[in-house]
């Protein structure tokens, strides 16, 4: 059974930066699209970014430049560097591994990010 548990989230000033971390457990990591979604309070789930196997990158425009995501395929990881954070990126920040072959996918517990004063 795959899963997914994220880490790397905390408290930070506006401007600062931030490192997630995913770790991927139970199957072959190259047969899936790794994605970051966020949640603040009061809004729905978005899309982040996306990497797939072979490493192409998506980003949604609010964090284009600012965000990079990346994968390591020998070490079953996918990471998020975040720079220049903002305070409207605070949210509850999830991984999601999601199989080419079938769509099904899985999600992590979630991890807090604030960036506030």
């Known amino acids: 059974q795959v899963q997914v548990a994220e880490s790397g989230g905390g408290l930070v000033q506006p401007g600062g930066s931030l490192r997630l971390s995913c770790a991927f457990y139970g199957s072959e990591f190259s047969w899936y699209i790794m994605k970051w979604y966020r949640q603040a309070p009061g809004k729905q789930r978005e899309l982040v970014a996306t990497v797939s196997s072979g490493g192409s990158t998506n980003y949604e425009d609010s964090v284009k430049g600012r965000f990079t995501i990346s994968r390591d395929n020998l070490g079953n990881a996918v990471y998020l560097q975040m720079n220049s954070l903002k305070p409207e990126d605070t949210a509850v920040y999830y991984c999601?591994?999601?199989?080419?072959?079938?769509?099904?996918?899985?999600w992590g517990q979630g991890t807090q990010v604030t960036v506030s004063t």
């Open positions: 999601n591994a999601v199989s080419m072959a079938t769509g099904n996918g899985a």
